[in-house]
């Protein structure tokens, strides 16, 4: 890690095509102007690190098909709850198998 110090309006290069400007200081606030092309992504740092948290917290979930099945299998308990109930009216034949 290289360390610097500089003033405002003095300014470093980063290779051929990026700058960083310190426009001021106020207390414990740097503000900083950064030049750079346009396919140079600059973030914050704690943008880094909660979309890296945010990826691996996706990764660790399951895949949407298991879902699915862990949410049928709720439906399915559901429905057989309702049917138990006497105000409820008998559930239609399935499609195609009538009486």
Known sequence: MLILQRKTG???VIGEDITIR???VDGTR???AISAPEDVSI???????????NRESAM??????????????VLDHKREG????PTTPPSAPP???ED
């Open 10 to 12: 003095e300014s470093l």
């Open 82 to 85: 309702r049917s138990a109930s």
């Open 30 to 32: 740097v503000r900083l």
């Open 22 to 24: 310190v426009v001021s």
């Open 95 to 97: 499609e195609g198998k």
């Open 60 to 73: 660790e979930e399951s895949a949407p098909a298991e879902l699915l099945d862990l949410l049928g299998g």
């Open 43 to 53: 973030l914050r740092s704690e943008l880094v690190v909660a979309a890296s948290a």
